[in-house]
């Protein structure tokens, strides 16, 4: 089992920056990937950013140029980076962990991953 607990989120105007963490519970290798995800009302989970054993860092078009996932093994911490923050990246963002073995893992699908957190909230206005 897994726990995930994200932070950072806030309410920023258009132009800025915010930096989300995620604290997991478990030592990185029982993983083969992290990931953020974000999820507006009425919409589906989207994957934004995820750090994988097979595929490294792969990013969101929405998310490339303007966010920078990273990981600290040492602390247990997932980062995202978000510069140039829009309206349209208003969201509850997600931290989520996948568990190895899967033969079907794609890096931005929210089906690869078993585990997720409890989610914090951006608000981008404008």
């Known amino acids: 089992q897994v726990q995930l607990v994200e932070s950072g989120g806030d309410s920023v105007q258009a132009g800025g920056s915010l930096r989300l963490s995620c604290t997991y519970s478990?030592?990185?290798?029982?993983?083969?990937?992290m990931a953020w995800f974000r999820q507006t009302p009425g919409d589906v989970r989207r994957g934004v950013a995820a750090?994988?054993?097979?595929?490294?860092?792969t990013y969101a078009e929405s998310a490339k140029g303007r966010f920078t996932i990273s990981q600290d093994n040492a602390e247990n911490r997932l980062y995202l980076q978000m510069n140039s923050l829009k309206p349209a990246d208003t969201a509850m963002y997600y931290c989520?962990?996948?568990?190895?073995?899967?033969?079907?893992?794609?890096?931005?699908?929210?089906?690869?991953?078993?585990?997720w957190g409890q989610g914090t909230q951006v608000t981008v206005s404008s």
């Open positions: 989520a962990a996948a568990s190895p073995g899967d033969a079907y893992f794609a890096p931005l699908s929210r089906n690869s991953y078993n585990y």
């Open positions: 478990t030592a990185s290798y029982k993983t083969s990937a």
């Open positions: 750090i994988s054993r097979s595929d490294g860092v």
